[in-house]
């Protein structure tokens, strides 16, 4: 089993930055990629950006590149989210998500093996 922690969530006004962080802990050897996603109530999980362990080549949605931005620290076995020029539809539960996967690719939601329990970024004035 996989576990994944996510923190760095929380109130920021339009503009601002934040940055998420992700644990990845327990039988991670086989891990190929990690990634965020995103949802909000009633909507579809969203893919935001991934990172392929391997080579270490990010990955974002055209939506955010530009804002978002994908890395890992590799000694802690960790995957960071900086989030800049963050605006209301912004706000969102982000979610950690790994895969297996010998493609190396974590887009949909059905690609991931497992998940964070997810951390709230609300963009508010």
């Known amino acids: 089993q996989v576990q994944l922690v996510e923190s760095g969530g929380g109130l920021v006004v339009p503009g601002g930055s934040l940055r998420l962080s992700c644990a990845a802990n327990?039988?991670?050897?086989?891990?190929?990629?990690l990634g965020w996603f995103r949802q909000a109530p009633g909507k579809e999980r969203e893919w935001v950006s991934f990172i392929a362990l391997s080579d270490g080549k990010t990955y974002s949605t055209n939506a955010l590149k530009g804002r978002f931005s994908i890395s890992r620290d590799n000694t802690k076995n960790m995957i960071y989210q900086q989030m800049n020029s963050l605006k209301p539809e912004d706000t969102d539960t982000y979610y950690c998500a790994e895969t297996k996967l010998h493609s190396a690719l974590l887009i949909r939601p059905a690609d991931a093996d497992y998940w964070g329990q997810g951390t709230q970024v609300t963009v508010s004035s």
């Open positions: 327990g039988n991670i050897f086989n891990i190929n990629a």
